[in-house]
Every structure is written in C-alpha cells, then in structure tokens.
C-alpha cells in the first residue's frame, strides 16, 4: 500500500522534549521539567491520571500551545500548527457530516494539498483497510460510533505525515471495537512506520501498542517512569492479554501509577 503513494516512512522524523515546564496561569503548574525523546519511527504511548498534563504536552508538540519553558523539536524545527509532518487524532474525532466517507478520509490531505488522483487511491485503500469497503460514498450518519472511528483512524493514516499525536482516539469505544481498532492501527503502523506519540488511559492498550510506556504524575505533570516495553511483534491485543510478561510489565506500571499518586482515574 502505502509506499507507493506517501513516503512519509522515509522522513524519519523523531520529537525531542527537552526540559518543558508549563503553567496555565501563575502558580498553575501544570508540566514540571518534561523530558522525553521519541526516536525515529518509534510508538510511545503516554499513560497517567486525569489531569497530569498528557493533552497539554501533545498540544504543545502540536504547536497549538506555546513552548513557554523548555524547548520542543521536530524535523529541526519548533512546533507550529499545522506542520506538514505531523497529524492529531482525538478521542472523538468528527467527520464532517456533509462529506462521504472518502471525502472525510482525504480531508487532511486535501487541505494539505496533496495531489488529487494519489489521495484518492490511498483513501480508497486506506478505507478496505479499515473494514469499510462499500461505505466510500456513505454520508457518516449511516455509521456507528466504531465505524466513524475507524474512519478517522484512515483519515489519520491518508496524511502524508512522519508523526502521529493521538489523544485516546479509542478512548469512547466498546472494548471489543477497541481491540479490532488496536490490531488495525498496529498494522497500519508496521507497514509504514510513523513515529507516533498515543496518550490513553488504558494501560493495556499502552503495552499492547507501544515501544515504550511513559509513566506521568501529576501536581505537578512529571513523568515518573518510561518502560520498554520488550513484547515480540508483531503483537494482538487479544493474544497478549495471556503472555505472563505482559502481565510482569502491567505490574510494574500499576505499582508505579498507584505509588503515592492518588486514585488513577478521580473524573
Ligand atoms: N486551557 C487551559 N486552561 C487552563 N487550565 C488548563 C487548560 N488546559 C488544561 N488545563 C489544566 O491543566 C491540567 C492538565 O490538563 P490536561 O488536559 O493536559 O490533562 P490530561 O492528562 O490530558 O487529563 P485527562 O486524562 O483527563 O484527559 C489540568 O489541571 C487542567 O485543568
Ligand atoms: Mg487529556
């Protein structure tokens, strides 16, 4: 697939987080000192309590908040929004819902600007891909929730981009659809290897997806601990959940995440 109509593969683009302290207004400390490098192609995922500042430092290499402390670095060049290399996907990622299903997965890279005939074809791919061959032309009220989901999920993956931020985007789906849409994007990702920063709050799919697992603190945001994640790939979600190793490493970050940190999840 891919190769053929996106090089993004090739440009080999990390993100080097060096020493960001941000706050949101005087005394709100929110990130305190946040280091962290994600080399080249490489999954990170981010897990923490709610409000620990995850959304705040995907924001921040968005480039839709400004570096205040610290300094953000992607393709040699600072964050802005925007950037041809990067993409964001959320939690409930909106179609437009005046656009097919096609139309809304080449959005990104007709905004962009990407050539007419090659967004098609990817998008079309991209679409069987994701298990909605037959829906090209269907507006996004004649899909469910999972469906819509996987959608963006193509759209994400239509932009000819190096990097991938994502912010739960499976976060608001049934636990079997999040385990198919965990498979797909582990596939879509290992035939082109993006580098993508993926924040949920399900340490699970963290460990299932990621290369390495970045452990975040709150009052104020720091991260207190970054796991390989040592997993053979390819990897299936449901497979895992039954690999005692698995189980050795989800240990290991609970007791992290519970160790004087307040409940996990307070919302
Ligand atoms: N625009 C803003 N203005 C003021 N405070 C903000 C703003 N955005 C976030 N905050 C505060 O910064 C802190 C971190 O918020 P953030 O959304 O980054 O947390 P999070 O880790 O993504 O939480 P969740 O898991 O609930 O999504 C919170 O205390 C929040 O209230
Ligand atoms: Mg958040």
Redesign the pocket.
Known sequence: MGNIVSDSGNKSVGIAIDSVTHR??PG?L?LDNVSLNVEPGEFVAIV??????????L?LVAGLLPTQEGTITLANEQPRPGHPLVGYMLARDALFGWRTVRRNVELGAEIRGQDEALREIRAVELIRQVGLAGYEDAYPKALSHGMRQRAALARTFCLDVAVLLM??PFGALDAQTKLQLEDLLLDLWTRERRTVLF?T?DLNEALVLADRVVV?G?NP?TIRLVVQVTLPRPREARMLQSDPHFHDLSATIWRELEGGMGPWLD?
């Open positions: 949101f207004g709100q929110t923490g309590p709610s409000g620990c500042g995850k959304t705040t430092l924001n912010d739960e924040v709050h975040m709150r945001g919302r």
